[in-house]
């Protein structure tokens, strides 16, 4: 019997039973968040957890490379995932509180993070492919596919031998974008609903007044929503296990699993930072 094992597939790595678990715990925490606090905070742990099953999805989008992208041997963005992730989510972050400083509805505000996060991903995934073709002299070219599935543009004569392919496809191109959109939308969703709620709930902690309070809701709104953010990408880059291409990836397969546990992560989160002011 040979004492390699072989490798586990892209989707075959997902546990019903797991996932079975993960749900039932989400229920759990959104029963206690409704039976501690039934009105604004249970509204706010829900919109905490769709904020941050955005922020897992969208992360398997985004190509992320590693070591191996930056020496042109894997096709991605030459750093971690939880890192890159993050850079996107916090960009749109800082668009989506502007626009809620300025008063505008949610929709707004969550768009504006979205724009934010997409914008940042794309002006990343434009320089990258400028360092890769006018700094290391190769064109882009994915080790996964035989053809772009959004342009058809043929792969395999322009990747290297003895490499995973290099650059950012055009497919990884879109996704990147696509990832930077969700997430910064994700993480301002989730900055937006504990900002309404600190703005509600601590004039009364407090005993001052909402002019006060403002400050000191906008930073532990903050606080809270940068730390979920980075949990979740977290959460997200055990799940890659690595390196990712985008959409077309295999592991793409595996995003399942990750929203169970973004969900669940994000409602325990959520849970301790509804609990400061409603106990």
């Known amino acids: ?33 409704w039976y501690i606090s039934p009105g604004v905070g249970f509204m706010a742990l829900i919109g905490i957890v769709i904020g941050g099953i955005l922020i897992g999805f969208g992360t398997h989008f985004v190509p992320v490379g590693g070591a191996p992208a930056a020496m042109g041997q894997a096709p991605g963005i030459a750093t971690g995932v939880a890192m890159l992730a993050a850079g996107a989510g916090l960009a749109g972050l800082f668009g989506g509180a502007w626009a809620a400083a300025a008063g505008q509805d ?3 505000v969550v768009v504006s993070g979205g724009i934010g996060g997409g914008l940042m991903m794309a002006i990343t995934c434009m320089m990258v492919n400028f360092v890769y073709v006018f700094g290391m002299g190769i064109p882009a070219a994915s080790g996964k596919v035989a053809k772009d599935p959004i342009t058809g543009d043929t792969q395999a004569e322009y990747k290297s031998q003895g490499t995973e392919g290099h650059g950012l496809p055009f497919v990884s191109f879109v996704g990147g974008v696509i990832g930077g959109i969700l997430g910064g939308a994700g993480g301002t969703l989730i900055y937006v609903e504990l900002l309404n709620l600190y703005q509600a709930t601590l004039p009364a902690v407090m005993q001052i007044t909402a002019a006060q309070v403002m400050p000191i809701a906008v930073s532990v709104a903050g606080m809270f929503a940068v730390g979920l953010f980075l949990v979740n990408a977290v959460l997200t880059a055990y799940n890659i296990t690595g390196t990712i291409e985008g959409p077309h990836d295999p592991k793409f397969k595996r995003w399942p699993r990750s929203i169970v546990a973004s969900a669940v992560a994000s409602a325990l989160c959520g849970l301790v930072a509804i609990l400061i002011v409603v106990l």
């Open 106 to 108: 949610l929709i707004v």
């Open 1 to 33: 019997m040979s004492a390699v094992a072989a490798k586990p597939q892209a989707g075959g790595a997902i546990n019903p039973t797991a996932m079975g678990v993960g749900i039932v715990l989400l229920l759990i925490l959104l029963a206690l968040a």
